[in-house]
């Protein structure tokens, strides 16, 4: 029976109503995106290569545990580790960085969505003529083409997805070797202050009782003018120091992103001695490529890159294609409906163009892990020579080079007492001696510094040493006057 013609057009989809549900419930998928994001990935990659735990606040009960201890930590002085700690905790540039991972995984839901169908209607009132009334168009139509490509382009959005993974870990990599490199700069200028300011105390003793022998005429004038230019120098050689521990410690604070009196924490006073032999280092190449995380996302690139020009290449003469139903309801009070579909034809646009910019993208990305292993390789190289020649300078300091500055001042205070050595020999003497205890320091610092540069170059931990380390030179600063 035909519907009377002023029945509302939604009660006469009947079937074809059904189709047009059917169609419209393709749009709802039951797709969210995950709240940790890949975020449990990263994690467990950082662990193994650093040793250090991360955490992702997001306004959970969990935040109060880890700022808890955070100030555990700071109540202390803190290790190395403590330090790296801190800063993959606490470090708000690094939390921001997570949200990356939400935003890739976000494009992977995205990719398994489909286009929201679209609904059409129309209503045509008659303007001339017999016709008793008004005629009703509806129409739903679904992208079919899209249904298709769903597969090929998860594929691509997973390898942007892992890119954007390891990426992240590789940023967590560097902020905890520049807080290692923050961490040793501070030990070592701090070293160096307390080594300078008994110097100070001495050189100060010294100028005090040159002056009262000048008074009582042991000594010349010219001998209490060097002692007084020896004590000027290292006075400014203290404040020196003492700048330089205040913009490590301000460094330090950047990183670790501790402000107000959190700002209050201290570090091990002294440089740890180095170790008695290095771990085996030929296989820190192969190491590096298999387990830099920036390698690994560069890899990932390649394969987004890849899956796109494939995808690109299998679709390029398919443009866009569409399904659905169509009901009409004309004025006479007749009702059709069918279904509907439409094709576009690859005529002028054959995806010339889209297809030589995949290329491109492809053979970019090959280029760009090529280069980058290369640099790798040649990185790794470097820095494990450094490595052994910073090892190499700590050690003939600490065995030739200070032994001999202090039994030069032992010799030049006998000689002096003798009166066969005057006093500016005497104090050329103590100076070389001081500047060797300094340097020894600063090569102990490089070689951590350098070390740690080693651990960023192959993107993980070197193998711990069980040997124990030699020990330091006796440091002996005092100032015997003349």
């Known amino acids: 029976m035909t519907p009377p013609s002023d029945m509302h057009p939604t009660r ?8 047009l549900a059917a169609l419209a419930a393709l749009s709802l998928p039951a797709c969210s995106v995950p709240r940790e994001a890949g975020f449990p990935e990263v994690r467990d990659a950082v662990e193994q290569r650093i040793g250090n735990r991360i955490f992702w606040n997001q306004g959970g009960a969990a935040d109060d545990a880890v700022a808890a201890k955070v100030r555990e930590m ?13 800063a993959l905790l606490n470090n708000r540039s690094l939390q921001a960085s997570y949200e990356s991972l939400t935003i890739a995984q976000a494009d992977v839901v995205q990719a398994g969505l489909l286009k929201n169908p679209v609904f059409s209607g129309a ?40 890119a954007a993974k390891l990426r992240v870990g590789a940023e967590i990599l560097h902020l905890a070797h520049d807080t290692r490199v923050a961490f040793y700069t501070l030990q070592g200028a701090q070293q160096i202050t307390e080594m300078r300011r008994a110097v ?27 002692e007084d230019g020896l004590y000027e120098e290292v006075r400014l050689d203290l404040a020196r120091s003492e700048a330089e521990v205040l913009e490590a410690r301000e460094r330090m604070n950047r990183l670790m992103r501790l402000w107000g009196d959190d700002t209050r924490w201290s570090v091990a006073p002294k440089l740890a001695e180095i170790p008695a032999e290095e771990p085996p280092l030929p296989d820190l190449e192969s190491q590096a490529i298999a387990q830099r995380l920036d390698v690994g996302a560069e890899r990932a690139d390649l394969q987004a890159a890849s899956n796109a020009l494939a995808m690109a290449e299998s679709w390029r003469f398919l443009g866009g294609a ?29 995806k010339q163009a889209a297809v ?40 003939r300091y600490r065995s030739v080079v200070v032994p001999l500055r202090e039994r030069i001042v032992a010799l030049s205070q006998t000689y002096h007492d003798a009166m066969l050595l005057g006093v500016y020999q005497l104090l050329l003497a103590k100076r070389n001696e001081v500047n060797a205890y300094r340097e020894y320091i600063e090569a102990v610092e490089r070689y951590w510094i350098t070390r740690a540069d080693l651990e960023l170059a192959i993107g993980g931990r070197l193998a711990p040493q069980s040997v124990p380390a030699a020990p330091a030179p006796q440091q002996q600063h005092e100032h015997h006057p003349p």
Request: proline content about 4%.
């Open 123 to 162: 209503v045509r009132f008659p303007v001339a003529g017999a016709s008793s009334g008004p005629s009703y168009d509806l129409g739903v139509e679904l992208d079919f083409l899209d249904v298709l490509m769903i597969p090929a382009k998860k594929r691509v959005a997973a390898a942007a997805f892992e």
């Open 12 to 19: 006469r989809l009947g079937r074809s109503g059904r189709v």
């Open 322 to 350: 569409t399904v659905g139903a169509s009901i009409q309801h004309d004025p006479e009070g007749v009702t059709a409906a069918g279904p509907a579909a439409s094709l576009e034809l690859p005529i002028f646009d054959q």
């Open 74 to 86: 700071l109540a202390h002085p803190l290790s190395r580790a403590e330090v790296v700690q801190i």
């Open 356 to 395: 030589a910019k995949l290329r491109a993208g492809r053979r970019q990305a090959e280029l760009r892990l090529a280069a980058l292993t290369v640099d790798v390789r040649s990185e790794v190289r470097e820095v494990r020579a450094r490595l052994a020649f910073a090892r190499s300078v700590v050690e």
């Open 200 to 226: 100070a105390g001495a050189a100060e003793a010294s100028a005090a009782l040159a002056r009262r022998q000048q008074e009582a005429g042991n000594i010349s004038e010219l001998d209490l003018a060097n």
